[in-house]
């Protein structure tokens, strides 16, 4: 079965540091999600994207923040300038078509450490 | 706007009880509602959904929910838990209205005692 994968599924940083992290959505999919889940808090949305443009964004994905896909099979999530709050589990996700009622498939999740 | 509050951050139930797992949501237009499920070290896994047509969903290894617009609830049940049903368990909320994201509960986790 098909599956969201993401690397690394562990990151260490020091404040102040640059980090990418690395989704490869379903390969037939074309709308990308960005959550995260700071320990013992809800999983937030961060960011969706389709058709290389960022589709919708939360008041959390600042300037410091920004996604790209590069090529045909990745999606990136880059942190510009870590925080010590940016530490959290940060979860990829696709589905085929927007909207409720499509399904969006979660990678297993990065975790990221910022000392 | 759209919210969801997961009631027991942590539930325990013996082998063979039943599980109920609790979900209100408030939401300005009539919404649609995911189950999730988070297995240790494994990425989130839906449930079921439910999306306007009948009310009482069936979903993946026995469990089912019901939508229950006048008391804004969406309940997961199971009959009878299994050892492997322990794992965290998400609900959320979205709208059709074209808006992507998903809006989640606090999650709950479910221990399942021998």
């Known amino acids: 079965e098909p599956e969201v994968t993401q690397t690394p599924s562990h990151q260490v940083t020091q404040m102040g540091q640059e980090v990418i992290l690395r989704c490869v959505p379903i390969s037939n999919h074309l709308y990308f999600y960005w959550y995260r889940q700071i320990l013992g808090q809800k999983v937030e949305f961060l960011v969706s994207f389709y058709n290389n443009e960022i589709s919708e964004k939360s008041e959390i994905f600042d300037d410091q923040f920004s996604v790209e896909r590069p090529d045909g099979s990745n999606f990136t999530l880059k942190i510009r300038s870590t925080k010590l709050e940016d530490s959290a589990m940060y979860f990829c996700?696709?589905?085929?078509?927007?909207?409720?009622?499509?399904?969006?498939?979660f990678g297993p999740g990065t975790r990221l450490t910022v000392l | 706007a759209q919210s969801v509050t997961q009631l027991g951050s942590h539930v325990s139930v013996s082998e063979g009880a039943l599980v109920l797992l609790r979900c209100n949501y408030s939401?300005?237009?009539?919404?649609?509602l995911f189950w999730y499920v988070q297995y240790p070290n494994q990425g989130l896994q839906l449930l079921l959904k439910y999306t306007s047509a009948a009310t009482l969903v069936k979903g993946i290894n026995g469990f089912e929910a019901e939508f229950k617009k006048s008391e804004t609830s969406f309940h997961l049940t199971k009959p009878s838990a299994h050892m492997s049903d322990a794992a965290e368990y998400f609900c959320?909320?979205?709208?059709?209205?074209?808006?992507?994201?998903?809006?989640f509960g606090q999650g709950t986790r479910l221990t399942i005692n021998p």
């Open positions: 996700a696709s589905s085929e078509q927007a909207g409720g009622t499509d399904t969006q498939y």
């Open positions: 939401s300005s237009v009539p919404p649609y």
């Open positions: 959320a909320v979205t709208s059709p209205q074209g808006a992507q994201k998903l809006v």
